[in-house]
């Protein structure tokens, strides 16, 4: 072989190799060298179309000019058969990453879908919830005894709880951000924090803001400072002693778990009614019970709908509590 061919071989990342008549593969290239070796034992790399899975009848196909697949260890390559210099070549390609892209659009399509059937059921859901505070309502004056009385108003203010939430929900389910854009993460937590400052002194609390790094983060502004300061009330409702608001960029793993540079804001306060905070943080890490907490000291429908759209925008929402140290933290996807 020419050294110039033997040089655009190298430099081929396809496989390629002699076919010979029944089915043993010599390789021309490193790569396809490569693909032997990922298919054969611990002994020695595979030899021929069985040692890569080639059925007979995909054999034919493949000798017919038309494109197999094979897969293995949750890798794929594309094999292909051509006629040239009066021999049959295989070529080989991986085709791995393409079909995990594939993969990908197709999930994200199924997202998409099961997300505007969500939403759909959700505003159905939520007009049931309203004409139970109708019939509620209607009833109210006609009841008699304090008992059921006091029965039909729980079961107003409970639904009216559960219809707020959902018509968060579904406005969140139906459309995109309003305004998603690169933000400096320091001007929201400043925002927030300015925005909590009176909640937090009415309870005799002043916050201590830290120095946030310089990064940017990709949300709408406004939900996000709406976010932290449901998160500041939250904690104020918890009677804290303290606040201190600290920002970092970390390494942290989500989602695949693999670890991604991340911004993370935490409110750290010592409170007096540790109960109250554990409660939030359970009904965060996804515990029962949301939908009849909203409303109670400390889970309002704000932060409850806070923690979904933070988990919408590939971010999170964690309650944690130690001792009588209470925990909110948020993260976001840092930009470079």
């Known amino acids: 072989m020419p050294p110039a061919s033997a040089e655009l071989l190298a430099a081929l990342d396809e496989g390629v190799g002699l076919l010979a008549a029944d089915g043993g593969i010599v390789a021309s290239n490193a790569a396809m060298r490569g693909v032997l070796a990922a298919w054969g034992g611990t002994d020695a790399p595979a030899a021929d179309l069985r040692g890569l899975a080639v059925a007979a009848d995909d054999e034919a196909r493949l000798r017919a000019g038309e494109a197999i697949e094979v897969a293995r260890g949750g890798q794929q390559w594309r094999l292909r058969c051509r006629a040239a210099d009066g021999a049959n070549w295989l070529i080989v390609d991986e085709t791995t990453a393409a079909h995990r892209a594939a993969s990908a659009v197709a999930e994200l399509a199924r997202l998409r879908l099961l997300g505007r059937s969500a939403g759909a059921l959700v505003h159905d859901f939520n007009n049931m919830l309203n004409a139970a505070i109708g019939l509620a309502t209607t009833l109210r004056p006609l009841a008699v005894d304090p008992a059921d009385a006091q029965l039909l108003q729980d079961m107003t203010v409970g ?48 916050p201590t803001l830290m120095e946030v790094p310089e990064v940017e983060i990709h949300v709408d502004p406004t939900e996000c400072v709406q976010a ?109």
């Open 159 to 206: 639904t009216q709880r559960g219809a707020q939430l959902l018509r968060s929900v579904a406005r969140m389910l139906a459309r995109s951000p309003r305004e998603r854009r690169r933000t400096k993460l320091a001007s929201v937590v400043a925002d927030a924090v300015a925005l909590a400052g009176k909640a937090l002194l009415q309870r005799g609390v002043e």
């Open 228 to 336: 932290i300061w449901h998160g500041l009330a939250a904690v104020a409702d918890a009677s804290p002693r303290s606040l201190r608001v600290d920002a970092e960029v970390a390494m942290i793993a989500r989602g695949d778990g693999r670890p991604r540079r991340c911004a993370r804001v935490r409110l750290v306060a010592p409170v007096a009614e540790p109960a109250v905070a554990v409660g939030i943080a359970r009904l965060l890490d996804g515990g029962g019970g949301l939908l009849g907490a909203i409303g109670s000291p400390g889970m309002s429908a704000g932060l409850a709908v806070t923690c979904f759209a933070q988990r919408r925008l590939g971010g999170d929402l964690i309650g944690d509590v130690v001792g009588d140290d209470f925990t909110l933290t948020y993260l976001w996807p840092a930009l470079a």
